[in-house]
């Protein structure tokens, strides 16, 4: 027997997970305050914070196209 998912628990799941990506993004925008702060700032962390913020983003993105998608 299989049971699939409604749309509304997969939205759930779905808002679980932004959630855990708004985490990941605020602490990737605390690290880079942090390299920033430090003296002197060394520019390859942060370019690698820069690209980590970029990644997350996309994910985030992509989620919310998915949920979108799910709520039409």
Do not use: C, F, W
């Amino acid at each position: 027997m299989t049971v699939e998912l409604s749309a509304q628990e997969k939205i759930a799941i779905i808002d679980q997970h932004l959630k855990s990506i708004e985490y990941s993004l605020y602490n990737n925008e605390l690290d880079l305050i942090e390299a920033n702060a430090s003296t002197p700032v060394d520019a390859s962390v942060v370019s690698n914070i820069e690209s980590k913020i970029s990644a997350t983003t996309g994910k985030k993105n992509a989620l919310l196209a998915a949920k979108a998608d799910l709520e039409a």
